[in-house]
Every structure is written in structure tokens, then in C-alpha cells.
């Protein structure tokens, strides 16, 4: 019955009431539990989910065997369902009814739509201009010294702002053995059964403040990847930290620099020597943690989303480029 209900929820519930009902209401008691239980815990809970998980498998598998053994075809079947109900069903009332309610920008009453490659063009410049800025005024950030608790509290301000109101601060935190996540193809990762962000503590400390706001804008409800793409980047780029500042550039500008080198605009000669050493150190360190199942990973994560509502899959990621128009445009 529950999984009816569940099945039905996005259905019925238009995307204001499911914001108003889940996202400001039973979704907030939830993010302040899963806050308190991580406060609690001495290590990050997404060990325990795994160990739960792996635990849940070997003992589902153990009762197949036996049902199988004793040709109980249909109770089989049956446990089956019944698990991946069980997933299905904690993975939306925890989280996932999130994608159903109100997008930041549907909030915001804003309409991201395409821009045209000439604004593209000068945004890109405009950026590179910035990032090479701080590229020559500021020292290379070190994720160990910054105090991770400002970071927090900016993040919660501008969600707080312009999307929703949270009393607790969400926990993310790094994951080890370094490349778990990244030979997944992941370089952060949100799990609604953990209600905790984390990062692969492989990467290097210019990917880890933009991953870090971006995994942890997950944590206040945002689904959609592009927005938090684009929450990280403006927090990111106000942030009281020089450093901050530049690696949320940083990240900004890679998304630029692939359409000037898709249009064949792109002049390496612009670009400041730091900001290519840090590329070209990105590149190495992905050499190092090398994605072992790329095409499964980007076809699967792109029919999830599909699935969940956001159209464009995998693509959502570098909507960031047309948000930031949309942003521009309302803030003038």
C-alpha cells in the first residue's frame, strides 16, 4: 500500500504542494535528523549504509538460494519485490520527492533558457579575466586549513535566501580509500539513505570547495545537477576565501573553455600558467583514479535522472552556462 501511495504522490500533488508539504515541511524534520545522527557518529554514515546494504544482500541472497533449492519460484520473486519496493519507497519519502517539487529556479520564477554563442563567448573572457586574476593574487587553496564551518554558513545563507529554510547545517564529508568515488566516475555524491554528502578524498584540493557546495547543496533538497552546479558557484565565488573564490572560477570556467574549444575559440595563450598547471594536474590525477565503467555509468546516471524528471539527463550538469544568464539577467 505504501508503495502505492508513493507511486501515486507525484501524480496527484502538483509541485507547489509537494514543496510546501515535503521540501519546507516532513523533508526539514528529516535533514535535522539525519544532521543530529551524523553529528553523533564518529564516522561518516555512508559506511554504515554500505555495510547495512551489503549485510541486507548476503541475507536476500542466502533466503534466494533457499527458495531457489526448493524450486519456491514465486516466493523468490516475491522477496525480490519486496526489496526493491523497500529501496524504491525509502528513497523518495528520505529524499527523492525532492525532484517532484519546486526547482530553485521555478522558486525563483526565473526560465533558464539558451543563450546564444556571442554572450557565451564574452562570458568566457569576462571569467577568464577574473580567474586569472586570482590566479596571480592569490596563494593555491588548502582544503585541510579552511574553516569548512563559513563555508556551511554562506552556503545556508544564499539557500536560505533564495530556496529554503533549514535550521541545521548538512554534513559532507570525504571518503576514503582516495579514487573509491572517482573509478565510479564520481567526484562527490549524495545518498538519500545516509542523508550525508561526500567526496572522493582522491581529488585535489582545487576540485574539493566547488564538489564540496555542490554535493552539499544536495543536502538542502536540490535535485536538479545544473542548479547545483550553479548554487556552488555563487557561493562559491562570494566566499569570504580568496581561495574559495578562484577554484569556484575554476570550475565555472572549464564549462566555458569546452564551447570556446567546441567552436574552436578557445587560446591557451590567454589562460594563466597556474590555471593550466592546475588543469594539467586534474588530468593526471584522473590518470591516477581512472573511471573503470565509463560508458555504464554515464547511460545509467543519465536514464536516472531522465527517470526522476530531469530531462536533460546527464546534459543538466552544464546548464550551469545558461543559469548563470538567467541569474545575470534578473539581478540587473
Not at 504542494?17 to 535528523?33: A, D, K, P, T
Not at 548554487?231 to 562559491?236: E, M
Request: glycine share 6%; charged share 15%; hydrophobic share 45%.
Amino acid at each position: 500500500m505504501l508503495f502505492v501511495i508513493t507511486m501515486l504522490i507525484p501524480l496527484i500533488l502538483s509541485k507547489e504542494v509537494i514543496h510546501s508539504w515535503y521540501s519546507q515541511g516532513l523533508f526539514v524534520w528529516i535533514r535535522s535528523l539525519f544532521d543530529w545522527i551524523g553529528g553523533v557518529l564518529p564516522f561518516p554514515t555512508f559506511y554504515l549504509i554500505i555495510g547495512l546494504l551489503v549485510f541486507g544482500l548476503v541475507s536476500f541472497s542466502k533466503q534466494v538460494f533457499l527458495y531457489l533449492k526448493s524450486r519456491a519460484w514465486t516466493k523468490s520473486l516475491v522477496l525480490l519485490l519486496k526489496h526493491l519496493s523497500i529501496l524504491i519507497v525509502s528513497f523518495y519519502w528520505l529524499w527523492g520527492f525532492n525532484y517532484f517539487g519546486t526547482s530553485f529556479f521555478e522558486k525563483n520564477d526565473l526560465m533558464v533558457e539558451p543563450v546564444d554563442f556571442a554572450w557565451v563567448e564574452g562570458e568566457y573572457y569576462r571569467i577568464l579575466d577574473s580567474l586569472n586574476y586570482y590566479a596571480h593574487h592569490t596563494d593555491p587553496v588548502v582544503w585541510e586549513e579552511l574553516d569548512q564551518e563559513v563555508i556551511n554558513q554562506e552556503l545556508q545563507a544564499f539557500v536560505g535566501s533564495y530556496f529554503a529554510q533549514f535550521n541545521t547545517q548538512p554534513i559532507v564529508q570525504e571518503i576514503i580509500p582516495s579514487g573509491l568515488l572517482m573509478r565510479l566516475g564520481a567526484q562527490g555524491i549524495y545518498l538519500p539513505w545516509s542523508g550525508q554528502g561526500q567526496i572522493d578524498a582522491g581529488l585535489l584540493d582545487v576540485q574539493k570547495p566547488f564538489t564540496y557546495l555542490h554535493e552539499m547543496a544536495h543536502c538542502y533538497g536540490v535535485t536538479n545537477e545544473g542548479e547545483c552546479n550553479f548554487i556552488a558557484y555563487q557561493v562559491g565565488k562570494w566566499s569570504q576565501f580568496a581561495g574559495v573564490r578562484y577554484t569556484a572560477y575554476f570550475a565555472y570556467w572549464r564549462y566555458l573553455a569546452r564551447q570556446m574549444i567546441w567552436f574552436d575559440c578557445y587560446d591557451e595563450q590567454l589562460v594563466s600558467q597556474r590555471v593550466l598547471a592546475d588543469l594539467k594536474a586534474i588530468f593526471d590525477n584522473y590518470d591516477r583514479y581512472p573511471d573503470l565503467f565509463p560508458r555504464f555509468r554515464v547511460y545509467s546516471y543519465d536514464l536516472y535522472l531522465k527517470a526522476q524528471g530531469i530531462e536533460a539527463g546527464m546534459k543538466s550538469y552544464s546548464e550551469i552556462i545558461m543559469m548563470n544568464h538567467c541569474w545575470e539577467n534578473r539581478m540587473r
